[in-house]
């Protein structure tokens, strides 16, 4: 275990053996799968950090299931797994002894935290849908499914990180958040879903711009570019910076030590947009990303902030 991790465990007080390991597992996967939101997590106060490698370790776990192009089990096989997750889950939130590492973990964080296991059960439930559709018609249609797999985190981090008005003030711009992030996912990983079987962009979006499931493919295929496919992905684009401006002063709600954090996972998500019109849209057969430079200049300063809030606290 890295000597970072260790510090963190010794600060939220995480003693036992087994948890620690769990906690372990979810820092790894963080740091792994989420080099975005692992670096922003650094800025946190060290207590908190396991908390939010914990969250997103169950996220990835879950994700995983149905997202693992080398999975190529039949849908309703990775549904029943899904199912059985949940029911593990809630044994594990009910205080029962947990099997997996990553359940041991994210279970000893809603206990420490008081999170609403109803967020748990509406995240599982939107990756179950995963298993069963392939496509949303419109934003309200996806906005459903977007509210267990993105909307709920954010509500799930705001008692990690607290907030210096009452919570339910803050719950809206946290839940937007969270969306935000997703679509700038969906928009850079639209080819990945593609050969997944997946379209998560709007049709209907899709269908304004002449854009359709087939001309996507065959642009993934031919490695080809489309202007029917520019315009679209400019406008979700347009879209995706609303939501961001939606979800912004949330940040300001978070209590001081929390907000460089979130400002630095802001920014650079947010930054990812700027990638993909700097491609030119040209992003189905490649997955942009902000460059190390770019991230190190935002996070420097985060830290400095971050520290200056402790400082005060």
């Known amino acids: 275990m890295p ?17 620690r390991a769990g906690y372990a597992v979810c820092r790894a996967l963080n740091a792994h799968h989420g080099r975005t939101y692992f670096l922003a997590t650094r800025l946190l106060p060290a207590a908190r950090r396991p908390a939010v490698h914990a969250l997103y370790g169950f996220a990835r776990y879950a994700d995983e299931i149905v997202d693992d192009l080398g999975d190529t089990r039949p849908a309703a096989e990775k549904a029943a797994e899904l199912d059985a997750l949940g029911l593990r889950l809630q044994r594990a ?12 973990a994210v279970a000893d964080t809603a206990r420490r935290y008081a999170l609403d296991p109803a967020h748990f059960a509406d995240f599982l439930a939107s990756m179950r849908m995963d298993t069963e559709i392939t496509e949303y018609a ?43 992030f997703q679509l700038t996912n969906f928009l850079r990983d639209v080819g990945e879903d593609l050969d997944r079987g997946r379209v998560y962009l709007p049709t209907e979006e899709l269908a304004a711009f002449g854009v359709d499931r087939e001309l996507l493919a065959s642009c993934r295929r031919t490695r080809t570019q489309d202007p029917r496919v520019r315009g679209a992905l400019a406008h979700l684009v347009a879209h995706t910076r609303a939501v961001y401006r939606r979800a912004a002063p949330g940040i300001g709600m978070l209590e001081p030590v929390s907000r460089a954090c979130v400002a630095c996972a802001f920014t650079l998500y947010r930054g990812i947009l700027d990638e993909i019109a700097a491609t030119d849209y040209d992003i189905l057969n490649r997955r942009v990303s902000v460059p190390r430079r770019t991230r190190i200049a935002v996070a420097v300063p985060g830290l400095v902030r971050a520290l200056a809030a402790r400082i005060r606290a």
């Open 3 to 19: 000597n970072a991790a260790r510090a963190e465990l010794a600060a939220a007080g995480i003693t036992d053996p087994a948890l």
């Open 93 to 104: 939130l009910a205080g029962a002894p947990a099997e997996h590492p990553v359940l041991a």
């Open 138 to 180: 419109t934003f309200d249609e996806l906005g459903r499914y977007m509210h267990g797999s993105a909307a709920v985190i954010g509500l799930l981090m705001l008692p990690v990180l607290g907030t210096t008005v009452p919570r339910e003030e803050a719950e809206e711009p946290a839940a937007a958040l969270g969306v935000a």
